[in-house]
Protein backbone atom coordinates (compact mmCIF):
# COMPACT_ATOMS: atom_id res chain seq x y z
CA UNK A 1 0.00 0.00 0.00
CA UNK A 2 1.18 3.74 -0.86
CA UNK A 3 1.53 5.94 2.11
CA UNK A 4 -1.83 7.65 1.20
CA UNK A 5 -3.55 4.21 1.25
CA UNK A 6 -2.12 3.71 4.37
CA UNK A 7 -3.73 6.84 5.82
CA UNK A 8 -7.04 6.19 4.58
CA UNK A 9 -6.72 2.45 5.79
CA UNK A 10 -5.95 3.88 9.15
CA UNK A 11 -8.55 6.31 9.26
CA UNK A 12 -11.77 4.35 7.95
CA UNK A 13 -10.84 1.55 9.96
CA UNK A 14 -10.94 3.00 13.32
CA UNK A 15 -14.55 2.84 14.61
CA UNK A 16 -14.49 6.81 15.84
CA UNK A 17 -13.29 7.67 12.48
CA UNK A 18 -15.51 5.52 10.17
CA UNK A 19 -18.04 6.09 12.69
CA UNK A 20 -17.66 10.13 12.05
CA UNK A 21 -16.96 9.84 8.18
CA UNK A 22 -20.18 7.97 7.50
CA UNK A 23 -22.07 10.48 9.84
CA UNK A 24 -21.08 13.30 7.54
CA UNK A 25 -21.79 11.26 4.02
CA UNK A 26 -23.82 8.30 4.34
CA UNK A 27 -25.58 8.58 7.85
CA UNK A 28 -28.14 5.98 6.84
CA UNK A 29 -25.27 3.17 7.10
CA UNK A 30 -24.82 4.92 11.17
CA UNK A 31 -28.33 4.31 11.62
CA UNK A 32 -28.70 0.54 10.01
CA UNK A 33 -25.90 -0.20 12.18
CA UNK A 34 -23.58 -1.28 9.42
CA UNK A 35 -19.74 -1.91 9.25
CA UNK A 36 -16.65 -2.62 8.05
CA UNK A 37 -15.08 -5.51 8.58
CA UNK A 38 -12.38 -6.60 6.28
CA UNK A 39 -10.33 -4.03 4.00
CA UNK A 40 -7.36 -4.12 2.04
CA UNK A 41 -6.19 -3.91 -1.85
CA UNK A 42 -7.78 -6.96 -3.00
CA UNK A 43 -10.94 -7.31 -1.24
CA UNK A 44 -13.78 -5.69 1.30
CA UNK A 45 -16.21 -6.67 3.39
CA UNK A 46 -18.99 -5.14 5.26
CA UNK A 47 -22.16 -6.17 7.54
CA UNK A 48 -25.79 -4.99 8.21
CA UNK A 49 -26.72 -6.83 11.52
CA UNK A 50 -30.14 -8.27 11.78
CA UNK A 51 -31.83 -5.63 14.16
CA UNK A 52 -34.59 -3.40 14.88
CA UNK A 53 -33.06 -0.28 12.75
CA UNK A 54 -32.31 -2.64 9.47
CA UNK A 55 -35.39 -4.80 9.33
CA UNK A 56 -38.95 -4.60 8.02
CA UNK A 57 -42.15 -5.82 8.46
CA UNK A 58 -41.59 -9.32 7.23
CA UNK A 59 -38.85 -10.01 9.34
CA UNK A 60 -35.86 -9.35 7.35
CA UNK A 61 -33.37 -6.96 6.30
CA UNK A 62 -34.68 -4.07 4.28
CA UNK A 63 -33.67 -4.10 0.66
CA UNK A 64 -32.28 -0.60 1.39
CA UNK A 65 -30.06 -1.89 4.25
CA UNK A 66 -28.93 -4.59 1.97
CA UNK A 67 -27.68 -2.28 -0.97
CA UNK A 68 -26.39 0.00 0.93
CA UNK A 69 -24.30 -2.21 2.75
CA UNK A 70 -23.10 -4.05 -0.55
CA UNK A 71 -22.28 -0.24 -2.16
CA UNK A 72 -20.46 0.56 0.62
CA UNK A 73 -18.21 -2.69 0.38
CA UNK A 74 -17.39 -1.55 -2.85
CA UNK A 75 -17.05 2.20 -2.50
CA UNK A 76 -14.48 1.40 0.69
CA UNK A 77 -12.35 -0.59 -1.85
CA UNK A 78 -12.68 1.98 -4.71
CA UNK A 79 -11.67 5.15 -2.30
CA UNK A 80 -8.96 3.21 -0.97
CA UNK A 81 -7.63 2.62 -4.83
CA UNK A 82 -8.17 6.05 -4.86
CA UNK A 83 -6.76 7.72 -1.91
CA UNK A 84 -4.27 10.58 -2.44
CA UNK A 85 -5.34 11.02 -5.70
CA UNK A 86 -7.46 13.94 -5.97
CA UNK A 87 -7.66 14.40 -9.52
CA UNK A 88 -10.12 10.90 -10.63
CA UNK A 89 -14.18 11.45 -9.25
CA UNK A 90 -16.02 8.31 -8.88
CA UNK A 91 -19.83 7.87 -9.19
CA UNK A 92 -22.45 4.91 -9.30
CA UNK A 93 -24.20 4.81 -13.26
CA UNK A 94 -25.15 1.42 -12.56
CA UNK A 95 -26.54 -1.08 -9.74
CA UNK A 96 -28.13 -4.62 -10.22
CA UNK A 97 -29.01 -6.88 -7.16
CA UNK A 98 -31.05 -10.34 -6.85
CA UNK A 99 -32.64 -11.30 -3.77
CA UNK A 100 -32.36 -15.20 -3.22
CA UNK A 101 -32.81 -15.81 0.57
CA UNK A 102 -34.67 -14.27 2.99
CA UNK A 103 -32.46 -12.12 5.45
CA UNK A 104 -33.00 -12.70 8.61
CA UNK A 105 -29.43 -12.81 10.14
CA UNK A 106 -26.81 -10.37 10.11
CA UNK A 107 -25.37 -10.81 6.22
CA UNK A 108 -21.94 -10.05 5.32
CA UNK A 109 -21.02 -7.96 1.82
CA UNK A 110 -18.10 -9.27 0.46
CA UNK A 111 -16.86 -7.76 -2.40
CA UNK A 112 -13.35 -8.82 -4.19
CA UNK A 113 -12.82 -6.91 -6.92
CA UNK A 114 -9.55 -5.21 -5.96
CA UNK A 115 -7.76 -5.86 -9.03
CA UNK A 116 -10.34 -5.25 -11.46
CA UNK A 117 -10.83 -1.54 -9.81
CA UNK A 118 -7.57 -0.61 -9.99
CA UNK A 119 -6.71 -2.06 -13.16
CA UNK A 120 -9.52 1.01 -14.51
CA UNK A 121 -8.06 3.49 -12.37
CA UNK A 122 -4.61 2.94 -13.97
CA UNK A 123 -5.75 3.09 -17.56
CA UNK A 124 -6.99 6.70 -16.73
CA UNK A 125 -3.86 8.95 -18.22
CA UNK A 126 -5.86 12.29 -19.71
CA UNK A 127 -7.57 14.92 -18.64
CA UNK A 128 -11.50 13.94 -19.18
CA UNK A 129 -10.59 10.08 -19.66
CA UNK A 130 -13.49 7.87 -18.38
CA UNK A 131 -13.49 4.43 -17.09
CA UNK A 132 -15.75 1.77 -15.98
CA UNK A 133 -15.50 -0.91 -13.77
CA UNK A 134 -18.79 -3.52 -12.50
CA UNK A 135 -17.58 -5.14 -9.55
CA UNK A 136 -19.60 -8.08 -7.62
CA UNK A 137 -20.64 -7.98 -4.53
CA UNK A 138 -21.88 -11.03 -2.51
CA UNK A 139 -24.15 -10.78 0.58
CA UNK A 140 -23.68 -14.42 3.08
CA UNK A 141 -25.20 -15.43 6.15
CA UNK A 142 -23.27 -16.52 8.96
CA UNK A 143 -23.02 -20.27 7.88
CA UNK A 144 -21.87 -18.98 4.18
CA UNK A 145 -25.13 -19.04 2.64
CA UNK A 146 -25.81 -16.59 -0.07
CA UNK A 147 -28.25 -13.98 0.16
CA UNK A 148 -28.01 -11.80 -2.01
CA UNK A 149 -25.57 -10.92 -5.13
CA UNK A 150 -24.91 -7.21 -6.73
CA UNK A 151 -23.27 -5.76 -9.48
CA UNK A 152 -21.84 -2.24 -9.04
CA UNK A 153 -21.44 -0.52 -12.01
CA UNK A 154 -18.46 2.50 -10.93
CA UNK A 155 -17.56 5.25 -13.38
CA UNK A 156 -14.06 7.21 -12.66
CA UNK A 157 -13.59 10.48 -14.76
CA UNK A 158 -10.07 12.14 -14.49
CA UNK A 159 -10.45 15.61 -13.73
Known sequence: MSPSQQSFYKSITSYPAFLWYMLGNLPSVVFWGSRLQKLNL????TIVPFNYRSKNPFRSIYFSALSGT???ASGILCML???G???ISMLIT???ADFIKKANQAVTM???AGKKISDTIQK???SGDVGTVTVPVTGYHPDGE???TFEITWSFKKR
Not at 42 to 45: A, P
Request: proline letters at 4%.
Open 42 to 45: EECH
Open 70 to 72: AEL
Open 81 to 83: HLS
Open 85 to 87: NTT
Open 94 to 96: GFK
Open 110 to 112: KCP
Open 124 to 126: LKY
Open 146 to 148: IIA
